[in-house]
């Protein structure tokens, strides 16, 4: 599979100040949200869940490609069982982090 772009790669996590940011750990700001709508008010609650889906992003990628991989092979009649449970567990904590659940 080859790369378009070139992102940061993760881990990346959320901190709370006066808004959240996405970071990655001793490296700095990737992104802020919070920046409020149009009128200006900001819902604390759908910032914070924001943040954590963008810092889960890294994560969903990789489970994501995991997952099409165990699925092309699937299609195909390969054996692919254990990397099927192994996807299904990526694909849980990625999802969790970005729910801000446990896996």
């Known amino acids: 599979m080859t ?3 070139k992102h940061t790669p993760g881990p990346w ?3 709370d100040y006066s808004k959240y940011h996405v970071q990655k750990p001793n490296r700095g700001l990737l992104c802020s949200t919070g920046v409020g709508n ?3 008010h900001s819902d604390r609650y759908e910032d914070y869940a ?3 889906l963008i810092a ?3 994560d969903l990628l990789e489970a994501l490609k ?3 991989l165990a699925l092309e092979g699937f299609s195909k009649g390969e054996g692919v069982f254990k990397p099927i449970e192994q996807t299904i567990v990526m694909s849980r904590a990625a999802i969790a982090k970005a729910e801000g659940g446990a896996a």
């Open 3 to 5: 790369e378009a772009a």
């Open 13 to 15: 996590i959320v901190s």
């Open 38 to 40: 149009s009128s200006g």
């Open 50 to 52: 924001n943040a954590r």
């Open 56 to 58: 889960a992003a890294p």
């Open 66 to 68: 995991e997952a099409t």
